[in-house]
C-alpha cells in the first residue's frame, strides 16, 4: 500500500504572495487506492473532487518544519500525531494525521468541514504503512516544491532554508535530531541542559533509537534512573534455546494494513503462525522453546514492561525480578516478544510497554490468541462458562484467568 501527493502546477495570477503564486496547483493525497483529499463543493453539493486547488508551499513547509517528528521512530505518550490540516494559509487541507512508530507510520483522516471553506472534506482512512515508504514520498513532495520555487527564480524562503539544512544534516546529527524529536523537543531550538542529558544518555545506551524509545515508557525528568536500568538490561545475557526448535516459519512483517483494528491483526497472525507450526487449537505452546527470558534485580521503570532484544533468528525479554517465565505473566510477556520479532524484525532492541498505541494492542491480541486461541477455549470449555471452568482452561493453556475471560468476552460472545 503506497503513499502519495501529487500536484499539477497550474498558472495563479492573482496571487500575490510568490512562493503561492508559484506553487499554485491540483493537489491529491491518496493512501492505497483510497483518497485523502475528496472533497464536496458547499456551493454544488452534487460536485465531489479528489483534487484540492491549493498552494503546495503551505503543506510543503509544514512538512519541512515538523520532519524530526516524523523521522523519529517513537514519542511522549500524549503525542497525536502531525494533522495536515496545520499547514493552514486558508486552505482545505484534510484532516489527516501522521504518527510515526518504529518502522509504522499510523495514518488516519476524517471527515471535515469548516464554515468559512468552500468545501467540505469527506475522505475517512485509517492505515499503518511502511514508515520510510511514507517519508520518500513526503521527501519527494517537498522536494518538488522546492524546485518548483527555484524554476521561477524564488529563493531564500523558510521551507528552502529548513530542508537545506534537513537535507545537509549528518548521521550524528540526524540522530541526535529524532532523539531530540521523540522526547517532544525542537532539535534546532532545545536548551543546552536538555541537550547534554540526552547526549549523555545516547553514550551510556549505545543505541540513539532505544533512547528514542524510552520517550513512550518514562517522563524526561525520570531519564537518568531509567538509563541505568536500561544499562543492566542491555547487559544481561539470554539463555540458550532448544537449538532445534529456535528457527521460526516465514512470517509477514507489519508493514501495512488497512482498515483493520490492531486486535483483529494480532489474532490473525497468531492463528496463523499457530497453523504454520502445526499447532491444534487446544495444544499448549511452549512459548519458551522460542523466546527466552532472563531477569535483572531492579523493577522497570515507567510505563515498561519488558526489554525485547531482537536478533535474526531469535527473541529474548528482560524483565525485573520474581517473573517466572513459565508462569502465565513470564509466558505472556514472551509472546508478546515473538509478537515484536515477527511483525518488527528489524528493530534489534526495544521496550515491551503497557501504552495502548497500536502496535501495542496488536502485541496484546497476538499473545493472548497465540496462548490460547479463542477457539481452543471456546472447545475446551463446552458450554460451561463458570469461573471453575475458566479457571481449568486457563490452567491448561498456561494463561491468567484474565486472558481466558479476555477471549470470552472479546471473541466468543462479541
Excluded at 52 to 74: C, G, H, K, R
Excluded at 91 to 113: G, K
Excluded at 255 to 275: C, Q
Aim: proline share 6%; aromatic share 8%.
Amino acid at each position: 500500500m503506497s503513499f502519495t501527493i501529487e500536484c499539477n502546477w497550474e498558472s495563479a495570477p492573482g496571487v500575490r504572495a510568490p512562493e503561492l503564486r508559484a506553487t499554485w496547483g491540483e493537489l491529491r493525497i491518496a493512501v492505497g487506492d483510497e483518497t485523502a483529499t475528496l472533497v464536496k463543493e458547499r456551493e454544488s453539493p452534487g460536485q465531489v473532487r479528489e483534487r484540492i486547488d491549493v498552494a503546495a508551499y503551505p503543506l510543503a513547509e509544514w512538512l519541512a518544519l515538523n520532519w524530526w517528528a516524523l523521522d523519529t521512530p517513537s514519542h511522549l505518550p500524549d503525542y497525536a500525531g502531525l494533522n495536515l490540516a496545520g499547514a493552514g494559509d486558508g486552505f482545505p487541507w484534510p484532516a489527516m494525521t501522521l504518527r510515526s512508530d518504529r518502522q509504522q507510520m499510523w495514518i488516519r483522516a476524517t471527515p471535515h468541514y469548516d464554515a468559512s471553506s468552500r468545501v467540505r472534506t469527506l475522505s475517512s482512512i485509517s492505515a499503518v504503512l511502511d514508515a520510510d515508504e511514507v517519508r520518500r514520498s513526503l521527501g519527494r513532495f517537498i522536494d518538488s516544491t522546492v524546485r518548483r520555487l527555484e524554476d521561477v527564480g524564488i529563493s531564500g524562503t523558510l521551507l528552502q532554508d529548513e530542508w537545506s539544512v534537513i537535507q545537509g544534516a549528518d548521521d550524528d546529527e540526524r540522530q541526535f535530531a529524532t532523539v531530540a524529536a521523540a522526547w517532544g523537543f525542537d532539535p534546532y531550538n532545545i536548551g543546552d541542559d536538555e541537550a547534554q542529558l540526552l547526549l549523555s544518555a545516547g553514550e551510556a545506551l549505545h543505541d540513539e533509537m532505544l533512547l528514542a524509545d524510552l520517550a513512550r515508557a518514562v517522563p524526561f525528568s525520570a531519564l537518568e534512573s531509567a538509563e541505568h536500568w536500561m544499562h543492566d538490561a542491555l547487559s544481561r545475557e539470554a539463555p540458550s534455546l532448544p537449538r532445534q526448535q529456535r528457527s521460526l516459519p516465514a512470517v509477514e512483517p507489519l508493514v501495512s494494513v488497512s482498515g483493520a483494528a490492531p486486535w483483529r491483526e494480532g489474532y490473525r497472525r497468531a492463528l496463523s503462525l499457530r497453523e504454520q507450526l502445526g499447532l491444534s487449537l487446544t495444544h499448549r505452546v511452549a512459548i519458551e522453546d522460542f523466546v527466552a527470558l532472563t531477569s535483572v534485580s531492579a523493577p522497570p521503570p515507567g510505563n515498561i514492561e519488558a526489554l525485547a532484544k531482537i536478533d535474526s533468528d531469535t527473541a529474548s525479554a528482560v524483565v525485573g525480578p520474581n517473573i517466572d517465565p513459565l508462569a502465565p505473566r513470564g509466558r505472556f510477556i514472551g509472546a508478546r516478544t515473538l509478537a515484536r520479532r515477527i511483525t518488527d524484525p528489524q528493530t534489534r532492541s526495544s521496550l515491551l510497554t503497557r501504552s495502548s498505541r497500536y502496535t501495542d494492542k496488536l502485541e496484546r491480541a497476538f499473545a493472548a490468541e497465540f496462548l490460547a486461541p479463542a477457539e481452543g477455549v471456546r472447545e475446551m470449555l463446552r458450554g460451561d462458562f463458570s469461573e471453575e471452568s475458566q479457571a481449568h482452561a486457563a490452567q491448561a493453556f498456561g494463561v491468567s484467568e484474565f486472558v481466558i475471560g479476555h477471549q470470552i468476552d472479546n471473541q466468543l460472545a462479541a
